[in-house]
Antibody, heavy 123, light 110 residues
Framework: EVQLVESGGGLVQPGGSLRLSCAAS????????MTWIRQAPGKGPEWVAN????????YYVDSVRGRFTVSRDNARNLLYLQMNNLRAEDTALYYC????????????????WGQGTLVTVSS | QSALTQPRSVSGSPGQSVTISCTGT?????????VSWYRQHPGKAPQLMIY???KRPSGVPDRFSGSKSGNTASLTISGLQTEDEAEYYC??????????FGAGTKVTVL
């Protein structure tokens, strides 16, 4: 069974940092693009960042570029999101998701999603 | 990277059909055929229902179908069932290895 499990969320003050992790199992992790998606309370999902198979290419939504860094450890089937200089507007449930694009092609078809980890930025 | 436009809500009786629209631009929906649709029940993670505009993942009933015309994609749910009451989101590739979601449509089964 394909499974994604996020961890690392919590309450942090504005300007603080957090590192989220996503443990993948049930598929060949190193062969798929991986993506972070967030969903603020009562809002729709927002695409945040993604990372190529070997980690050599990374892309970000404008609002987090320069503050967030996505990375992966293919030997341990782990995806990360380092979040620095956090703002109140970063408060959301953060999901990791596998991209279904064939053979290393990014398509933005996300399946499955993890259960999410909640990040709250507040003083 | 502006959100795709969806109606806030649609409703139908059991057995009826409903269609949800998703309007973008030539830089996302209209420029690429990489549209997907997700269903989200309260407190749950979104679930992929349609990808590549009109393809269904294994396990998704054929009551769900997708299409696209110009800058607008559509999701149709035929034979509406109570379990279909949920929030639905569209998503499109937006170029440069990025994606954009819609704001969501609440489907109510009357």
């Amino acid at each position: 069974e394909v499974q994604l499990v996020e961890s690392g969320g919590g309450l942090v003050q504005p300007g603080g940092s957090l590192r989220l992790s996503c443990a993948a199992s049930g598929f060949t992790f190193s062969r798929q693009w991986m993506t972070w998606i967030r969903q603020a309370p009562g809002k729709g999902p927002e695409w945040v960042a993604n990372i190529y198979l070997d980690g050599s290419r990374k892309y970000y939504v404008d609002s987090v570029r320069g503050r967030f860094t996505v990375s992966r450890d293919n030997a341990r089937n782990l995806l990360y999101l380092q979040m620095n200089n956090l703002r109140a507007e970063d408060t959301a449930l953060y999901y990791c998701a596998r991209d279904l694009g064939p053979s290393g092609w990014y398509r933005g078809w996300f399946d499955p999603w993890g259960q999410g980890t909640l990040v709250t930025v507040s003083s | 990277q502006s959100a795709l436009t969806q109606p806030r809500s649609v409703s139908g009786s059991p057995g009826q059909s409903v269609t949800i629209s998703c309007t973008g631009t030539s830089s996302d929906v209209g420029g690429y055929g990489y549209v997907s649709w997700y269903r989200q029940h309260p407190g749950k993670a979104p679930q992929l229902m349609i990808y590549d505009v009109g393809k269904r993942p294994s396990g998704v009933p054929d009551r769900f179908s997708g299409s696209k015309s110009g800058n607008t994609a559509s999701l149709t749910i035929s034979g509406l069932q109570t379990e279909d009451e949920a929030e639905y989101y569209c998503c499109s590739y937006a170029g440069s290895y990025t994606s954009v979601f819609g704001a969501g449509t609440k489907v109510t089964v009357l």
